[in-house]
């Protein structure tokens, strides 16, 4: 067990949260030299980034994330040789079929929109589906499919980075929170955490759905949300696919031990808090959008808001912190609904159980994109956060893009269409999904 005077008093960069996008940071930092603390409230990858389904992929991404992407998914070739580690890295593609010609409109429109970037994502005709699944039993009109995506699995990768950071010389700390970021004239200057204060020239925020706890009081505007989403892994199974896929109803991917990782793949559960409400004119749009996919829960989860705001409870003492360690259930009829329909959509598959199921918070911002920044306003400061559900991917380019911003040097992108201030600057785009 890690001691409060594990903390060390300074380092080169303090990151804030150890997630897939603070682990892969503290690794590429380390690993050119840098003087790295990185440290989480609760344990390395607690959050989204050990409860994502694992997809890997291009498809379906908005236009402003593919160059990044696409170099991310070369990073994610090698990476396994890289840590030394099994990640159940899978390139055997995406794969998404299409139900109904208004799903086959919108992907074609999708495709259309990334033309420009030479992809090898193609429309499928409805004998190209059945001959890449021939087990499947639900009429489509046809598919969408992107040969060189991928999968792995979310509860290797933040592990496996966290380990060689540390081998590298990282301090990482679990169970220490930040508390609030330091000032000292004009720029920042360092965390404040329970166990005390590291001085650093560079502080990188990226606590996934809490990061705008952090941002707030330091003065940066971040329209930050959660939607809650339910997974489940299945008995092991005949294989129906190597391709992370999507259709009627449900995303699955199949794990290294033959299992799937399935959810609905159209349904989220909003469990909706005082901040949903203070931010319901960035997301009105984007809720009435998906209204059919997401269900909102008012009763308890507010109930339970107003509690952690009463003055003599931790989470109203220690904002920034707020729930260490959040209990997000999973909802029981999204899953058994996914086992139905991926009965129904593979009835060759046999009996489907399900070993284990948990519920994950997406962390959403307003246009569907997530923060990738050294905003010139708050000298000092990094962030990567707001990934609306395909960060895990995303995580080893954007760990390569925080090296490169923590050291002012070329990230090699456009990272313009994320940057901090675009919502003080109403600069919002329409989001194809926010989570
Ligand atoms: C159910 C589900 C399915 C998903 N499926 C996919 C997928 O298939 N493909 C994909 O690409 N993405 C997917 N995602 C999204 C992906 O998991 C996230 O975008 C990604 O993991 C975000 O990583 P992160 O490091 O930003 O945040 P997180 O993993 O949430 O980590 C943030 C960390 O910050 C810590 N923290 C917060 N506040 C503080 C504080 N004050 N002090 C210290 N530490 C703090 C937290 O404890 C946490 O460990 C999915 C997400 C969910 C929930």
Redo the contacts with the bound molecule.
Sequence with gaps: MQQPNALPAQADIVI???????CASAYYMAKAGMKVVL????RI?????S??????RVQMRDPDEIPLMEEGKKIWRGLEAELNADLEWNEGGALYASGSPAIMAYREKWLQSVAAFGLDTRLLSIGEVKALLPDLATPVVGGLYTKSDGHAE?RKVAAAYALRARELGATILEGC??LALEKTAGRISGVATEWGDVRAKTVLV?????SW??LTPYGALLPQSFVR?S?ARTNILPPVTEAAFVGDGIAFRRRGDGSLNI?SSMHGDVDVTLDHLRLSRWYWNAYRESAKGLTLHIGAPLLKDLCQRMPWREEARRP??HEREPMIEPQQERLQDAVRLLERTFPNIGRVGLAEQWG????TLPDGIPVLDAPSAHPGLLV??G?C???????PVVGKIMHALSQGAETGFDLRPFRLSRFAEGDVKKPLSIW
């Design positions: 804030v949260g150890a997630g897939i996008q603070g440290i989480d409230k609760s990858a607690g959050q989204q980034s409860r994502a389904w694992g997809f890997v979310p929170g930040a990226c606590a996934g759905a809490s706890r952090l989403a997974v959810a920034a912190i994950g918070n997406i962390d990567a956060t990934f559900g395909h960060g895990f991917a995303l995580g």
